[in-house]
């Protein structure tokens, strides 16, 4: 199936991920099919190049370059912040209308503590499911200001609100329930919704945005797309 194309110019070009393909291949071998940036390559023909990356499980907007003189230019602006990203998650509680989490984070047990910023916000809430009446979600946006490993699942985590779907953090016998339930299956429900960013050769603020995850969606039926 051809992948939905957000965003193209004449360096570079934006797609909406599917959960469930990496970005680029792996030390393990996989499918060119369960490959993005090759899925990507034979759909346009072209030479590519990914500029940063989303969890495999994370749906939403992920941008490559078709040279590598752009892809420089672009992680760039990446790795100094000025690009601005914000995700959509579905949590099990009810949160605070509004929130910051600076923790540090380390990604690994022998890797260094290092500074994170991600700022939330409180978007729908949903309760009354069939089977399980007490159950309260939560839809979240995360403007993550740092990009470090797993950064917003872990400050969800850490803050006692596990992404529904997240095997790793919110532990693999209720995400089977909550699976079940709403009809999600093993989904991950987090998206990389929007991204901004200025134009390496016009300099115009580009703002992409995807259709919100019909997963999530299911979750806030009245959720515009």
């Known amino acids: 199936m051809p992948l939905h194309i957000l965003y193209q110019d004449e360096t570079l070009v934006a797609i909406d991920k599917p959960a469930g393909l990496l970005v680029h291949p792996g030390r393990e071998p996989e499918p060119p099919e369960m490959i993005a940036m090759k899925v990507l390559r034979d759909q346009l023909g072209k030479h590519i190049i990914p500029i940063h990356r989303l ?31 914000t995700y959509l998650a579905v949590v099990e509680g009810r ?48 403007e993550p200001h740092s990009g470090r490993f797993h950064q917003i699942r872990k400050h ?36 990389a919704k929007t991204l901004e960013f200025t134009h390496p050769y016009s300099l115009e603020r580009i703002r992409i945005e995807a259709p919100t995850d019909p997963e999530i969606r299911r979750c806030f039926p009245a959720l515009p797309e």
Do not use: N
């Open 55 to 85: 969890d495999r499980p994370t749906s939403g907007v992920l941008l490559f370059a078709f040279d590598k003189q752009t892809s420089t230019m672009v992680q760039k602006d990446f790795a100094t912040r000025e690009v601005e990203k």
């Open 95 to 142: 949160t605070a209308d509004e929130w910051r989490c600076d923790a540090e984070l380390q990604k690994g047990p022998d890797e260094p503590w290092l500074d994170a910023l991600t700022f939330f916000k409180r978007r729908a809430v949903s309760d009354a499911f069939a089977g399980e009446p007490d159950l309260v979600l939560s839809l979240v946006q995360a």
């Open 156 to 191: 969800l985590h850490g803050a006692g609100l596990p992404i529904v779907g997240d095997f790793r953090y919110a532990g693999e016998e209720r995400c089977e329930q909550l699976g079940e339930l709403l009809g999600t299956g093993s989904r991950m429900l987090l998206q």
